[in-house]
């Protein structure tokens, strides 16, 4: 059912924790559906520098959520941004269909974060629609990449 990637990121995740002096925190989910994703970034010079995250949700969601902190640890900004679920989806070597939703959080928590950094700096740049949004109770999240986004 999981590759062995996915299980090798749930059983020894990467990058997990916090990091006090955060450049950029971006927290997403939703308690009803049981993920919740928290991502730090530490930026300097416009690089990813350092990266921790704290995911309450199933082993998939502690897998996107590391696998995602590797893919943008030592990028710039920008690059970060082009992170999509589908590349975090690739990097497992595939999810269940269940679990996309995932990957999906854990995009918008990595964009979350860059926004909360942008703005710190005074760049007001929203970068995604529906960064931290809340599906409500007919907008499940076994739903949520077809209707929310």
């Keep these: 059912m999981y590759s062995e990637k996915v299980m090798d990121h749930f059983s020894n995740p990467r990058n997990v ?4 002096d955060a ?3 971006g927290e997403v989910g939703n308690a009803k559906c049981g993920d919740i994703m928290k ?3 530490q930026i300097e010079d416009n690089i990813i520098k350092d990266v921790k995250f704290k995911t309450f949700g199933c082993g998939a ?4 959520s590391s696998i995602a902190t590797e893919m ?4 710039t900004v920008e690059e970060a941004l082009e992170l999509t679920n589908k590349a975090v989806v690739e990097a ?3 999810l269940p269909p269940a679990k996309i939703h995932c990957s999906v959080l854990a995009e918008e928590a ?3 974060a860059i926004e909360d950094y942008m703005k710190k700096q005074g760049k007001e740049v929203k970068t995604s629609e529906y960064v931290g949004h809340e599906p409500n109770e007919e907008e499940c999240c076994s ?7």
């Design 17 to 20: 924790g916090e990091i006090a």
């Design 23 to 25: 450049s950029g925190v």
């Design 39 to 41: 991502i730090y970034l």
């Design 61 to 64: 969601a502690i897998a996107t």
């Design 72 to 75: 943008i640890k030592g990028k």
């Design 92 to 94: 497992l070597d595939g």
């Design 110 to 112: 990595v964009k979350a």
């Design 143 to 149: 739903k949520c990449e077809r209707k929310c986004h």
